[in-house]
């Protein structure tokens, strides 16, 4: 595997949330600092011998707003 994308929101009490997109590693932290930790040591769990050389985190943010 080259590559592993993972989709990040981040929750209205501030929490940032990850999901492995094809794979089942989910993970979340308080920090972007501490979710790019977390997430590289969830993919070294996951993936012992055959771990993708790219992590790439896909930011998600929703507005709403009244019109």
């Known amino acids: 595997m080259v590559e592993l994308i993972f989709l990040v929101e981040e929750s209205d009490e501030g929490v940032?949330?990850?999901?492995g997109l094809g794979v089942s590693i989910f993970t979340?932290?308080?920090?972007?600092?501490?979710l790019r930790e977390s997430v590289k040591d969830a993919v070294r769990c996951n993936f012992e011998d055959n771990r993708p050389k790219l992590i790439r985190l896909h930011f998600v943010r929703?507005?709403?707003f009244a019109s």
Do not use: D, L, P, S
Request: hydrophobic share 20%; charged share 55%; net charge negative.
């Open 16 to 19: 940032c949330t990850a999901k």
């Open 28 to 34: 979340e932290a308080e920090t972007k600092e501490e």
């Open 62 to 64: 929703e507005e709403v």
